[in-house]
Structure formats: structure tokens, C-alpha cells
T-cell receptor, first 118, second 115 residues
């Protein structure tokens, strides 16, 4: 089945640094990927929709200059948390849409990346 | 706007008990998709089921079963003879029009199965 790889699975960084998280579709092409954020004991909230070759669409309240999304190829989207602060500490999960030949669209989630900002 | 409500934030049962996790949704789309995911402590989301709005048949998969009631906008999930390994957070989610669209998640239900 479809596999989405996220890297790194966990990262600890100092306040003020930038962190890049990669989301790769391993065996299919994904023109659309979604980035979610999950704070401890809370639900997943959509941050942005990443579209290959164009700008990402951000949800209300998500700072696009802080959370930079790049979807430069059909198999890779990256989320960069710029100038990270402790309040950015969270679990970030991506999902990729696979456009199957049958016409059905299937979402596959990555395993998530846990960011801790000291 | 879409909304998914999981009224039960935490449920605790003893092993072998049956347990039902409730999910109520709101959407204006005529075509939509409902999902259930399991999130164990490790964090990854494990896909359990996807249901489209035109298919109201209940489904059973081993100890898992799902009851889709369009009339009450509910998509409840039952685990029969629960096991300790079922302990996790379970999320109900909704996408409109296209199963590959972004998902709106419910708040999640933390299930604790005690031996």
C-alpha cells in the first residue's frame, strides 16, 4: 500500500532556530499534501494544504511566514518552522493524497514528527 | 462548515468488555466521507475505516464494527471483547465531496482498557 515517510520523527532544538520537516510519498505521486499540528492531548488541526508547484494554502490563524511550506516535487513537501519558540512544540503530521487510477482519492498519513523547542 | 464531535473524551473499560465510541458530524455536503483512525502512544495514525455518505451499511471487521446512521448524523464505533492493545486515542474524521480532501477531526476519545 501507499507509504508516506516523515523525517525527522523527533527533533529537539533551541529557541530561535529553524527546523525543517520532510514529508515524502514513497511509492506514489502526490500533487496535494496536508500538514496538521497536534498539541498534547488535543486533536489534529489542519495547518495548510500543500500543492505541488504552487503556493500553499494556509488555514486561518496559521502564520505563513513562520511555517514555510515548499512542495517542489510530486513526492516531497517540506514544512519549515522558522525561529521556533517553545510554543511551537507540537506533533506535526503530514498526509498525502494519492490519485488512484480508479478515480478514488486516498489519503495516507506519515508517522508524524515531534518537535520540542527548548 | 464541517464539524465532528466526539462527546466522550475518555473511556475506561476492563478487558473483554464491549465499548462504543460515539461520533456525530455536521456537514452541508451531499457527498462526504467518514473515517476512524487509531492513534497509539507512538503517535502515528492507523487507518481503520472509510465510509462514503451513500453507503449506510454497517460494517464488521473482526472485533470492530461501525454503525452509520445518516438520519442522526452519527458514525459510531464498537469494539467487542476489548483488549489491552486497544488502548489508544481514537479519532473520527470527515471529508467533504472527495475522500482525498483534507480531514476535519473530532476531538478524539482516549480509550483505556485495563487488564
Amino acid at each position: 500500500g501507499a507509504v508516506v515517510s516523515q523525517h525527522p520523527s523527533w527533533v529537539i532544538c533551541k529557541s530561535g532556530t529553524s527546523v525543517k520537516i520532510e514529508c515524502r510519498s514513497l511509492d506514489f505521486q502526490a500533487t496535494t499534501m496536508f500538514w496538521y499540528r497536534q498539541f498534547p492531548k488535543q486533536s489534529l488541526m489542519l495547518m495548510a494544504t500543500s500543492n505541488e508547484g504552487s503556493k500553499a494554502t494556509y488555514e486561518q490563524g496559521v502564520e505563513k511566514d513562520k511555517f514555510l511550506i515548499n512542495h517542489a516535487s510530486l513526492t516531497l513537501s517540506t514544512l519549515t518552522v522558522t525561529s521556533a519558540h517553545p510554543e511551537d512544540s507540537s506533533f506535526y503530521i503530514c498526509s498525502a493524497r494519492e490519485n488512484q487510477a480508479s478515480g478514488a482519492n486516498v489519503l495516507t498519513f506519515g508517522a508524524g514528527s515531534r518537535l520540542t523547542v527548548l | 462548515a464541517q464539524k465532528v464531535t466526539q462527546a466522550q473524551t475518555e473511556i475506561s473499560v476492563v478487558e473483554k468488555e464491549d465499548v462504543t465510541l460515539d461520533c456525530v458530524y455536521e456537514t452541508r455536503d451531499t457527498t462526504y466521507y467518514l473515517f476512524w483512525y487509531k492513534q497509539p502512544p507512538s503517535g502515528e495514525l492507523v487507518f481503520l475505516i472509510r465510509r462514503n455518505s451513500f453507503d449506510e451499511q454497517n460494517e464488521i471487521s473482526g472485533r470492530y464494527s461501525w454503525n452509520f446512521q445518516k438520519s442522526t448524523s452519527s458514525f459510531n464505533f464498537t469494539i467487542t471483547a476489548s483488549q489491552v492493545v486497544d488502548s489508544a486515542v481514537y479519532f473520527c474524521a470527515l471529508s467533504g465531496n472527495n475522500a482525498g480532501n483534507m480531514l476535519t477531526f473530532g476531538g478524539g476519545t482516549r480509550l483505556m482498557v485495563k487488564p
